[in-house]
């Protein structure tokens, strides 16, 4: 059977990788024997994409997006429904999978499957083939009925790497190739494993992929990093694994496996999951940076966000990290419901002292299924209908009121970002690399940038992201 997949995307120059989960779903659907089209876009900004469905001539469409990409779900379902009336859609992702019903009954879609997609999809084309109705698949939902839910699937060794070379790999291996930061190219995205076990409040994560860790095995993993680096050219890699230190030994397994291969690389990770000899073993295999959400420099707001980490504790693992001779990313969030300006201040105190390479600062949002949305959802009738509205990076301000007036959030966030961009861009290894790119990209953006650097609260980063977006797209 012939089946269109989309990913769809705010603004396709951010593409920095590949949609890893819906190349994940169009491999076991190759493996079921059919036929994929896979597309990675801006569907307000890519000329013909409807068009380019259409000639495909699929029987299934499936769409996979966030909240922050809904009304272009939307957009691009309706186009698709009353160019294609006979093809199924099937929504998926972060969102469809929060708001299963929302999704079912505001847009156009006949399924969505909650979780993990690999065989519900090829269960689904199957269905579909067959005539059988799709109600009864566990983990999808339809507007007759839901099947049970699904289990995440057991053993990640048994799912085919994400099919990216249906996509073309060589877009996403462009610079600026993110390990946040530090400058480089051929950076692949890689996944280790599935599940995070913590409870932090405002974090959507659990509901795609669960609470229970499971791991690929090492030798699955340098595999696939082999194969990436003798197919692709690829030269480095970024784990987007939740919490990559989560389980010790397998974190080390995994370096000595892979540290033939000479790949430098970048993951996630938790103040409370670094200790120094574990990050020595990393830098061994390759590991150039570490980041951490740190998230807020108020004691009381961390307990709020169920984070389990301490500030004494973020202090501790940044130190240990530059000590290991590694660098190490920040990010933080402003505007959690009940933060105060002293809260602001302490954040931007403890964001200061532990001099991280890489900071970025989100606003709280409260995405659908978290506790944070649970908490608030009372005052839903105040938020903007799901869309572009949701990016917690350029949000005017955070949705949930607290004692700092959100024009005063938003306003702190543009300063303490502006105050971090020389170590964000400007490290001396850098230089000569973003010299190079800069001198690709047009003047105007450069004069900006600087302009914006050199007022408080400007905005300079949002320049540079944007004009190297433009760039990436072009
Ligand atoms: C890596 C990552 C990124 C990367 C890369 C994204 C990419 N292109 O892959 C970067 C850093 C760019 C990024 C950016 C953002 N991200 Co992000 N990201 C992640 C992260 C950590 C991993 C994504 C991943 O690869 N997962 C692994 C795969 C296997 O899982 P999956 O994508 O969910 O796919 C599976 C199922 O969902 C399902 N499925 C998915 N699509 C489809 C489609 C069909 C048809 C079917 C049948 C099934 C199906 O099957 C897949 C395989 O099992 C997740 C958290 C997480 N653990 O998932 C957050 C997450 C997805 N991001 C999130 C957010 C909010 C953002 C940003 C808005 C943040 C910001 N303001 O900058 C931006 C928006 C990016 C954009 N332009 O769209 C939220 C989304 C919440 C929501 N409700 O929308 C998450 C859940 C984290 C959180 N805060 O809780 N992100
Ligand atoms: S924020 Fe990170 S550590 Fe906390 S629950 Fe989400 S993925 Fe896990």
Redesign the pocket.
Known sequence: MRIA?VNV???EG?????????L??AAALQRAGHQCLVIDGDPRRRVGMVEQVVAFRPALV???F????WDRARDLARALRASLPEAVL??????A??DPDGTISRLPFDAV?V????E??AEIAGAVEDGRPLHEIPGVVTATGRGPARLPAPDLDALDFPARDLLGHEPYLRPPGLIRGWASSRIA?V?GG?GCPFKCSY???HQ??GRRVRLRSPGNVRAELSLLQRRDGVRGLYW?D?VFTHDRDWTLATCEAIRPLGLHWGCQSRADAVDGPLLRAMKAAGCVQVDVGVESGSPRLLKAMHKGVKPAQVVEAFDTIHASGLRAGASFILGYPGETEDDILATAALAARIRADWTVF?LATP??GTELWRRHEGEAAAWPDWGES????VSPGPMIAGPVPPEAVASWRARLQNRHFRRNYLRARNVPFMLRLLGTLPRRPVREAVANWLVDGGRADSVVEAAFSEWRAA
């Open positions: 997949l995307q705010y603004h951010n593409n920095v990788f590949p949609p890893l989960g819906l994940y779903v499936g769409l996979s966030l909240t922050m990409t099937v929504a998926g992702g972060a969102h999978t929060a499957v979780g993990e997609g690999e519900a999809a995205s996944l599935r974090c959507a994560s795609q992929l987007v939740d989100f995405y659908p949701w990016n917690n990076r």
